[in-house]
């Protein structure tokens, strides 16, 4: 069984390559209307909260994707925050933002259209990237969005942050 100190350490050790300020790893009771949802980033915090009632009931990789999704979005909040040092695309960025901002949480009666948006494309490609090199197993896509992170995956496959082993 992984540990939330392991993926702590996850989050520490890629934080610094992103050289970003490390998000705080929390297991916690999520509100109601988040129960079906294993991990979220909260912005405003820079924490990343992995539900209390799912955390034991979920395998090691959805963890991890878990984990890569939300260090994902800490990593765009910080590109997003921090636009002049950034190497991201500045159109790219705004965009992320304008996203961020819509503050939507994923729920269990989430519509399809959420995983449309450019943060969440970028973060199942990262944590698509990551599971492939750590456990050789894809992430399950959404056929509406796969080509969309496919793209995404090939733009960024290799940065410093994606895990190869």
Do not use: C
């Amino acid at each position: 069984m992984i540990s939330i100190d392991l993926l702590k350490g996850f989050e520490d050790r890629i934080a610094s390559i992103q050289k970003r300020k490390p998000a705080k790893v929390i297991k916690m009771k999520l509100p109601e209307e988040y129960k079906q949802v294993i991990a979220m980033y909260i912005k405003e915090e820079n924490e990343i909260l992995f539900n209390d009632l799912l955390f034991d009931k979920t395998n090691e990789v959805d963890l991890m994707a878990a984990l890569f999704h939300e260090m994902r979005h800490a990593y765009q909040w910080n590109q997003i925050t921090n636009k002049k040092s950034s190497t991201e695309p500045i159109n790219l960025l705004d965009e992320w933002e304008e996203e961020f901002h819509l503050n939507l949480q994923p729920t269990k009666n989430q519509n399809d259209n959420y995983y449309k948006r450019l943060i969440e494309i970028d973060a199942i490609a990262y944590a698509d990237l990551n599971i492939k090199n750590i456990y050789q197993t894809s992430l399950d896509i959404p056929i509406e969005i796969k080509s969309d992170v496919l793209a995404r995956e090939s733009e960024i496959k290799h940065n410093k942050d994606i895990i190869k082993l």
